[in-house]
């Protein structure tokens, strides 16, 4: 017998019927003679509306109401589910996080999880209860609801599981598991049975939106098994994300190719070669809530030297408006931008005992004729910003060179 968490998504519930699909899923798990902690979402969607209806009010709402109004998808759907497994011949009770006390820091919109009080969970799994909590939610310490950022209930899921100490902790999504890239990009992209958290983290950064950053941090910090699944499949493993590097005899080199369309380009040219400078840029971007994502200064010569970033597309206008500012402050010569770009990455533990991958990376994006603009590498990444009409081109060739494709 285990403990297990079981987070479901907001697709996974976005009608009764799937509710009760998943009530259905649940009771198989339960006569197995485990205990069984479900986290659902909000209904697909639903979040979306009840900011939408708040900012009808106002443009700014405040955000202690904000997340009044946000967390209470998930009260919907916890309550939809305890009646279903009612209807299914369980035991089951819910609660909000307020009520079970996850208890939050004060950051509204965005509050992490400090601490839970496990002791009523386990009270009602003693009496053979299923126990419904309601994700992305907590409360601080004076009683105020707060809500832990977009896609939170991932990371109530793992909080549960560390908290609770659980066996397994089950992501239950749309996907079947973590893939080698976007199979709508490649179609010879390999489910995985297995991926480390750190691999997990940077292919999560780089857009494979599968879990919540965060909830991925967490879990790796806690050592939680955690598990993405199919929530419309019964059948599969899905992806098993290990704290561990696999221990296969012939580990891949590389995990995963991931990508970014969304990255836009600046750069200054011919700004004076001296102390400050970078800051004298990035101040004010970072004052203007713009997040860089990578950085090239060239080697300065005559004096003066290149810099360049890139921001996320969102933020390209605002980013060439500050550095529009900046330009004769720090007295430069010209900003120039370039919003068509993107970004790929190979990402693979396994690159820190074999040398060689970046080569290969450059070698296959040159016999493509695709120009690198930028690079960036990281222990287990090497990433290059390139013209975004080769994107698709880029990580088909990448996929292909490091031998992700599936078995024909
Ligand atoms: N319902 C919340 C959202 O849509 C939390 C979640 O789905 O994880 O962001
Ligand atoms: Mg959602």
């Known amino acids: 017998m285990a403990l297990i968490v079981q987070k479901f998504g907001g697709t996974s ?9 998943v009530a259905r899923r649940v009771a198989r798990w339960k006569a197995q003679g485990h205990d069984i902690i479900v986290v659902p979402s909000a209904m697909s969607g639903e979040t979306n509306r009840l900011i939408g209806l708040a900012k009808e009010i106002s443009s700014s709402p405040d ?13 919907v759907t916890i309550a939809l589910l305890a009646m279903a497994l009612h209807e299914a011949g369980l035991k089951a009770k819910s609660y909000t996080g307020a009520q079970v006390r996850v208890l939050t820091d004060s950051t509204f919109t965005k509050a992490r999880i400090l601490q839970i009080d496990d002791k009523r969970i386990r009270e009602d799994l003693g009496e053979g209860n299923v126990v419904v909590v309601a994700g992305f939610q907590g409360a601080d310490e004076r009683g105020n609801i707060t ?9 109530s899921a793992v909080a549960l599981a560390a908290a609770l100490k659980a066996d397994e902790c ?5 996907v079947d598991g973590v893939y ?9 992209a390999r489910k995985l049975d297995t991926i480390t958290f750190e691999e997990m983290l940077e292919m999560a950064s780089l857009g494979s939106k599968v879990l919540q950053i965060r909830s991925v941090e967490f879990a790796g910090k806690y050592k ?22 696999n221990k296969q005899m012939e580990q891949p080199i590389i995990s995963g190719i991931a990508f970014n369309r969304d990255e836009a380009k600046l750069t200054v040219l011919g700004v004076p070669d001296r102390p400050g400078i970078a800051y004298q840029i990035l101040g004010p971007i970072a004052e203007a809530n713009i997040d860089v994502d990578m950085i090239i200064q060239n080697v300065g010569h005559d004096g003066t030297t290149d810099f360049s970033f890139t921001v996320n597309r969102g933020d390209f206008n605002k980013a060439l408006m500050v550095l529009e500012t900046v330009k004769g402050h720090v007295g430069a010569r010209e900003i120039v931008g370039d919003n068509k770009t993107c970004k790929v990455s190979a990402v693979g533990v396994g690159m820190r005992s074999h040398p060689g991958v970046a080569s290969q990376m450059f070698r296959t994006l040159a016999g493509e004729g695709i120009n690198i603009q930028m ?6 990444k090497i990433s290059v910003v390139i013209d975004e009409k080769y994107l698709e081109l880029a990580v088909r060739v990448l996929h292909k060179t490091f031998g992700l494709d599936q078995a024909a």
């Not at 690079?375 to 287990?380: L, P, Y």
Request: aromatic fraction near 2%; hydrophobic fraction near 25%; charged fraction near 30%.
């Open 13 to 21: 519930v976005s009608s009764t019927e799937r509710i009760k699909n």
């Open 63 to 75: 955000p202690r109401e904000l997340d009044v109004i946000a967390s209470t998808g998930e009260q």
């Open 147 to 155: 809500t832990l950022g977009r896609g939170g209930s991932d990371t």
């Open 170 to 174: 089950q992501i239950y999504t749309d």
């Open 180 to 188: 080698t890239t976007d199979p709508r990009v490649v179609p010879e």
């Open 224 to 245: 939680v098994k955690l598990r993405v699944l199919s929530s419309f499949q019964d059948e599969g493993e899905g992806t098993l994300i290990t704290v561990e590097e």
């Open 375 to 380: 690079i960036s590498t990281s222990e287990i």
